[in-house]
């Protein structure tokens, strides 16, 4: 027998509650795409699956980058070993400033008494002549002894004052107090331009060696011996244009 609307038995089940109770709309099938079909996985396919997943760039943007986390890293070793240091100093973290601030004042003393600021305060305060004056003659002569001794430096010292207090003497220099190196390898430089390039290597190399720690040799006082005669033997520019 076939139901028809009109047919159907109200009294069995009533047209009131179509569709009957025990099939709600809220679960009428849904048809599914292929992809959302549920598959069962075995534990190898699914650690593959999630280990693709995370290695998808979204995950990873907001990591922090290779410098930032080498920073993190050293800010935490930091850390611990100053706690560490602070657990067997007396006086707990005080106590560590404390020997922090005493053992750098130690190393800035060594630094200044035989280190770089050592030289940097030589050479702001010390010029190219010492406090004596003496005669090109005589810084000469101090220049071949250190020569004989084998003291490179002193005598390359020598040397210079001697080139520098000889245009003094004729006249071609002003005498200054003060005048470093440089100072002076400008200012004859200017009176015997033929020896301008030599005079500035001169007064470079006596920086380097006493203001640079670089070590003086016999071919270094070779050059400012030659340097000394030619200087000697020049003619300034100055008394050239005024006697033409």
Known sequence: MIWTAASWPTAIWPTAVWPPAVWPPAVWPVRLTASEVPVDLSRE?????ARQELADPAYS??????VERALIWLERELRELLARAAEVTPGGWR???????????????????????????AR??????????????????????????????????????????????RDLLEPRIGRTAREAALDAGRV????????????????????GARTATAAMDAFFRDLDQRVARSRPTVLLEAAG
């Not at 008494?113 to 050592?118: H, S």
């Open 61 to 66: 943007r907001d990591d922090p980058g290779l």
């Open 124 to 169: 702001a305060d010390e010029s190219l002549f010492g406090a004596r004056t003496l005669t090109a003659a005589d810084h000469r002569r101090a220049a071949n002894g250190a020569a004989e001794r084998g003291d490179w430096a002193q005598a390359v010292r020598e040397r210079l004052r001697t080139i520098i207090r000889d245009l003094e003497e």
């Open 95 to 121: 106590g560590l400033v404390v020997l922090v601030v005493i053992v750098t004042a130690m190393v800035l003393v060594v630094r200044y008494r035989i280190g770089p600021l050592a030289r940097g305060a």
């Open 192 to 211: 015997l331009p033929e020896l301008s390039t030599d005079l500035l290597r001169a007064a470079g190399t006596f920086e380097d060696v006493w203001y």
């Open 45 to 49: 396919e699914a650690r593959d699956a």
